[in-house]
C-alpha cells in the first residue's frame, strides 16, 4: 500500500489566452490520499515510521474518525459523554417518563443510568426512530430518545452519531471544498463502523476520484478483529452503489 503520506503530482498546464504571453506556464496540483485511523495510537504508528524514513512529517491527511468528522462539521459541537449522562439523569428524574412507566421503583429497580447511556448509544448508532419503537411496543425507550433528542437540541450540541450524519449530508451535498484535495479515502483497521460512520465513509468513497480502500491491518491490529474486519470488507463488496 501507498506510505500515508505520498503525495500524487499532477501537472496542469494551461492554455494561453488571448493576450496572454506565448509560452505556457505549468501549474502543479496536489492531489493525496486522505487516510483515516480508528485512534490516534494507530496513526502515531504509522507516523513514526515514515518519520524514521523521512526525518519529518507534517501528515496533513492522516485523522482519526472523530478528527474527519469534526473537519467536515467545523461549526457544530459534539455533546461530551458527561453532558449526555447529565441529560439522561434529568430526564430520568423527569415527569415525562415518570409517566410514561408510571411507576418510579419500577425505573429504578431496572433501568440505571448506566443502562440509560448505553441503550440510547446504541439506538443512535442504529438510527433508530421513536415512531419505530414505538411501533414495535418499546414505549418507554421512544420516550426517552425523544426527550434526549430534545434536550440535546436545546442545549445546542449534536450528539456524536448525528454529527456523523450530518458530516454525511454535507458529503452528499458537495459542501465540504477540503475534500477536493484528496484522490481516495484510505480505511486503517477500521472493523465495527457503525451505520452512521459507515454511511459517512460511503459517501465520501462515492465522492472522491478514485473512492476508497481498505487495509485490514496496522502495527497495532490484535489477531482477534479479523472476523471483524472480514465483515467489514464485505459490507462495502456488497454495496452495489461502491463495488
Request: glycine share 4%.
Amino acid at each position: 500500500r501507498r506510505s500515508p503520506f505520498e503525495c500524487c503530482h499532477y501537472p496542469r498546464p494551461p492554455e494561453a489566452g488571448p493576450g496572454g504571453p506565448s509560452s505556457v506556464i505549468s501549474e502543479l496540483q496536489v492531489r493525496m490520499d486522505l487516510h483515516v485511523y480508528r485512534n490516534s495510537q494507530d496513526r502515531w504508528h504509522d507516523l513514526k515510521s515514515a518519520a524514521r524514513e523521512r526525518g519529518a512529517v507534517l501528515a496533513l491527511n492522516a485523522l482519526t474518525f472523530d478528527e474527519l468528522v469534526q473537519r467536515i462539521t467545523p461549526d457544530v459541537t459534539t455533546a461530551t459523554a458527561g453532558q449526555r449522562l447529565a441529560i439522561l439523569n434529568g430526564i430520568l428524574n423527569s415527569e415525562a417518563i415518570v409517566g410514561a412507566v408510571y411507576d418510579r421503583a419500577v425505573i429504578d429497580r431496572a433501568y440505571s443510568l448506566r443502562y440509560w447511556y448505553d441503550a440510547i448509544a446504541e439506538l443512535k448508532a442504529s438510527r433508530v426512530l421513536p415512531k419505530e419503537l414505538r411501533a414495535a411496543g418499546a414505549s418507554v425507550l421512544a420516550t426517552m430518545l425523544e426527550q434526549y433528542d430534545e434536550k440535546v437540541r436545546r442545549a445546542c450540541l449534536y450528539d456524536p452519531q448525528d454529527r456523523r450524519a450530518l458530516a454525511t449530508a454535507r458529503v452528499r451535498e458537495e459542501a465540504v471544498p477540503w475534500l477536493q484535495r484528496f484522490d481516495r479515502v484510505v480505511l486503517h483497521a477500521l472493523y465495527d463502523l457503525t451505520e452512521a460512520e459507515f454511511l459517512l465513509v460511503r459517501s465520501i468513497i462515492e465522492a472522491l476520484p478514485e473512492g476508497g480502500a481498505v487495509v485490514l491491518f496496522n502495527t497495532t491490529a490484535n489477531v482477534k478483529p479479523t472476523e471483524f474486519a472480514e465483515w467489514t470488507w464485505q459490507r462495502f463488496v456488497q454495496d452495489e452503489s461502491l463495488a
